[in-house]
């Protein structure tokens, strides 16, 4: 990716549940409902976590290959930003729908009082992982005994939810505030680095022998790539909403099939990001957007056991002041049941 791109690292995670108090950016185009009888079409806007970037790349292929338009809808992306709010223009109607990075938000946007749920979910992991060396690898929970881990400060929730569910005392660790570059593992500072592992031109400066390690693998489940809407327009406009899923499902299965091509699309709308990088990091975006699951269930699928899990996990360590937000009010499957004879069947990529 051209700019460092990370998930804590990106947006202060509560910041979803001060929407209440936030303007709509300037010129954000304004949803407009269901417009004219033929192919019941109708106009939506997807506001976005953050730039659009490699985690989009589906997205990007289905508006470029007609997809929406066959869905019978005109859509326009609308892409965040280090001063953006992604709940605002989805609460307001601005926007259908909107997507943030991780599930982690949506639970805190809950917890706040926003009414959203989650309708499909692009990454089958959030891609947050910490980077080590050979010196001093880690390679397992375990391994975080007795290291220095450099984390940005928003980030630092990830940590404190695997050093409790693996019972390990935060003692036992030393947690460094760093930013989104990769130098001070470089020079020794730390033993691991945290930050998104699709964000591979950043990580290059560490070296080919370098360990990544997901969340995911050190005990705590995730999702990324978050698609989500209001409760209202869940309960009210499940079959525009499906309409889209469906259509980006069908990008993702184009760009399951036709990798580089995908990227050299995605690249050729958004000039801003790198071709040579993008193209060395689409089989990560794709194993990170289909496993066992996807076969079995369809791209964008979710389990509600792993919401169910991620929840208490992060009640576990204190996050929901307010208290947690039940599993039925962060989720709809109804929108994976209207597409599910559309979105791919697939699964990892070899």
Not at 104 to 129: D, E, H, M, W
Not at 219 to 238: H, I, K, Q, R, T
Not at 267 to 292: G, R
Request: hydrophobic share 45%; proline share 6%.
């Amino acid at each position: 990716m051209s700019k460092p791109m990370s998930g804590p690292d990106r947006r202060t995670l509560l910041k979803a549940g001060a929407f209440a108090v936030a303007a709509l950016a300037p010129g954000m185009q304004l949803m407009v409902s269901r417009a004219g009888h033929a192919a019941d079409s109708a106009k939506v806007v997807i506001q976005y976590d953050w730039l659009m970037s490699n985690g989009q790349i589906g997205d990007v292929v289905a508006i470029q290959g007609g997809y929406f338009k066959d869905a019978g809808i005109e859509v326009s992306f609308s892409p965040g930003g280090p001063n953006s709010s992604t709940v605002p223009p989805v609460i307001s109607g601005a926007a259908q729908l909107g997507q943030f990075s991780e599930t982690s938000q949506l639970f805190n946007a809950r917890a706040s009082g926003v009414p959203v749920k989650i309708l499909a979910c692009g990454f089958r992991t959030g891609p947050y992982a910490f980077t080590s060396l050979p010196k001093a690898p880690i390679r397992s929970t375990a391994d975080l005994k007795g290291k220095k881990i450099g984390m940005q400060p928003t980030a630092r929730f990830l940590i404190d939810a695997i050093l409790a569910k693996a019972k390990i005392d935060p003692a036992d660790v030393t947690i460094v505030n760093v930013g989104f570059d990769k130098a001070p593992l470089v020079r020794g500072e730390v033993d691991a680095i945290g930050g998104w592992i699709t964000n591979t031109q950043a990580l290059s400066v560490v070296g080919d022998d370098r360990i990544d390690l997901l969340v995911r693998d050190l005990g705590l489940p995730s999702y990324a790539n978050v698609y989500f809407a209001s409760d209202e327009a869940a309960a009210n406009n499940a079959d525009v909403l499906a309409r889209f899923i469906g259509a980006v499902a069908r990008g993702w299965e184009w760009t399951y099939n036709n990798p580089e091509e995908a990227v050299k699309r995605t690249v050729a709308a958004y000039p801003e990001l790198d071709l040579n990088w993008e193209l060395k990091t689409i089989d990560l975006i794709l194993k990170m957007s289909f496993d066992a699951e996807t076969a079995k269930d369809g791209w964008g699928t979710f389990s509600p056991a792993s919401l169910e899990e991620q929840l208490a996990i992060f009640d576990s360590i204190g996050q929901y002041k307010d208290g947690r937000p039940k599993l039925a009010d962060v989720y709809t499957d109804a929108v994976l049941t209207k597409t599910a004879d559309v979105r791919p069947k697939l699964g990892a990529k070899a």
